[in-house]
Structures are given as C-alpha cells and as structure tokens.
C-alpha cells in the first residue's frame, strides 16, 4: 500500500536517544514497525483496529501510544525534536477550537471524579468547555515561521487566549517577532511579553497597527 507511513532509518536514530531504555523483561516490539503505526494511525484519523496488518496486533499499537503518553514519553520527544533546530527567530501563536466527544460530559459511575481524571484537565481544570457552538476543547498552537509546532495547550473551549501566550513564549525569550491575532491583544499581556522578551534581547516587536521599528521594546504583529 503506497500511502502507508513509515519511519526513515535516519529518523530512527534522532528517535532512538528520546526512547525509554528501562524496558523490563521481554524487550519490546520492533519500535520503527510500531512508532510508524501509531503514526499511520494518528495522521489517518482512522481508529486503531483499522490499523493495516502489516504494522503488526492493533493491541500492541494502542497500548504502546496509551503508556508512553502516560510515562510523557511522546510529550519529550516532541519537545526535543521542536529545539532541535534552535531556537526560532520569528513565532506564530493561534488557536483553534475541537469539538469534544459526546460523551465528554459524563460517563459510567457519575460525576465522581476518577484516578484518571487529571488527563482531562488543565491545571485542574477540565480541557472541554461549553461555549457557543457546544462543548468544545481549544487547542493553543505555537509555530516556527515555516508552521512547524514548537509548542502547545488544550484548554477547555470558553478558556481566553491571552492567558495561555505566556505560557506557550517563555521557553523561547530569544525570539525576535511574534505574529498573533487580535485575541492576544490586551494591554496587560502585550506588558508581559514586553518584559519577557525585552529582559533577553531588547527585541523590537511590533503590536497590531503598527510597523516593527516603532513599537515598544516587544509587542505583536
């Protein structure tokens, strides 16, 4: 099958440092046939027992993307990837809104909260929300200028953008523009990205309705 996904040996070795080497008692599944399932599953949308054969039990694929996400493992590797490069000069920040599961608002046993409610949440709060439109979750992206994602947040749905920018730029204070829409637009935290880029490098960002060179130590575009 031609649109079948599969890892290059090239990008099994940048892999294979990120991957957990405390593997006990039976070594584990041939990791370049499992991590191109999960792949193939994820950029398919498909569901997991439609997983094609050849990338072996469809078990085996949803177990190994459920534990690593529980362990962090697909979050580091993610995170090492995206600096891989260096940091980037130019950032782009939006966000966009998921329409949640039907049954996101409740479940068997009630509105007791569950051992595993915490993967459903951020910061305590719940990552789905009811704004207009339904329940939703908003999914906060941060990108290099190529679009590449360098950074994210889920949120519930009715949650603002502007909290969430803080959080996404921190871990990139060397950056030199940011492109942003009007949602990331109130004065208190255009002030805080002033002062978290302009402590690092006295970058000149530019706020909407503005050109670069005139605008305060760092802004938005």
Same mark, same amino acid.
Request: hydrophobic share 35%.
């Given at each position: =099958?031609?649109?079948? $996904?599969?890892?290059?040996?090239?990008? =099994?070795?940048?892999?294979?440092?990120?991957?957990?080497?405390?593997?006990?008692?039976?070594?584990?599944? &041939? &990791?370049?046939?499992?991590?191109?399932?999960?792949?193939?599953? @994820?950029?398919?949308?498909?569901?997991?027992?439609?997983?094609?054969?050849?990338?072996?039990?469809?078990?085996?694929?949803?177990?190994? $993307?459920?534990?690593?996400?529980?362990?962090?493992?697909?979050?580091?590797?993610?995170?090492?990837?995206?600096?891989?490069?260096?940091?980037?000069?130019?950032?782009?920040?939006?966000?966009?809104?998921?329409?949640?599961?039907?049954?996101?608002?409740?479940?068997?046993?009630?509105?007791?909260?569950?051992?595993?409610?915490?993967?459903? /949440?951020?910061? !305590?709060?719940?990552?789905?929300?009811?704004?207009?439109?339904?329940? /939703?979750?908003?999914?906060?992206?941060?990108? &290099?200028?190529?679009?590449?994602?360098? !950074? $994210?947040? @889920?949120?519930?749905?009715?949650? !603002? &953008?502007?909290?969430?920018?803080?959080?996404?730029?921190?871990?990139?204070?060397?950056?030199?523009?940011?492109?942003?829409?009007?949602?990331?637009?109130?004065?208190?935290? *255009?002030?805080? *990205?002033?002062?978290? $880029?302009?402590?690092?490098?006295?970058?000149?960002?530019?706020?909407?309705?503005?050109?670069?060179?005139?605008?305060?130590?760092?802004?938005?575009?």
């Amino acid at each position: =099958m031609s649109d079948l $996904f599969w890892l290059s040996e090239a990008q =099994m070795r940048r892999l294979a440092p990120l991957l957990p080497s405390d593997t006990r008692g039976k070594p584990r599944v &041939d &990791d370049r046939r499992v991590i191109s399932g999960i792949v193939h599953v @994820l950029r398919s949308g498909g569901r997991w027992v439609d997983a094609p054969a050849v990338y072996g039990p469809r078990k085996t694929l949803y177990n190994r $993307f459920v534990r690593w996400r529980a362990k962090g493992v697909w979050e580091r590797v993610f995170r090492a990837l995206a600096r891989a490069g260096g940091p980037p000069a130019e950032l782009l920040l939006d966000s966009s809104h998921v329409k949640a599961h039907r049954s996101a608002g409740g479940g068997k046993g009630g509105s007791a909260r569950k051992p595993s409610g915490g993967r459903g /949440t951020h910061r !305590g709060k719940p990552r789905w929300g009811p704004p207009r439109g339904g329940r /939703t979750t908003k999914i906060h992206a941060l990108t &290099d200028h190529l679009g590449r994602p360098i !950074g $994210f947040e @889920l949120t519930a749905g009715q949650h !603002g &953008d502007a909290p969430v920018a803080l959080a996404l730029l921190a871990p990139w204070p060397s950056a030199k523009l940011c492109i942003a829409d009007a949602a990331y637009d109130p004065t208190w935290t *255009v002030e805080n *990205v002033k002062c978290l $880029f302009s402590c690092a490098n006295s970058a000149k960002l530019g706020r909407r309705g503005t050109t670069p060179g005139s605008a305060p130590a760092a802004g938005w575009v």
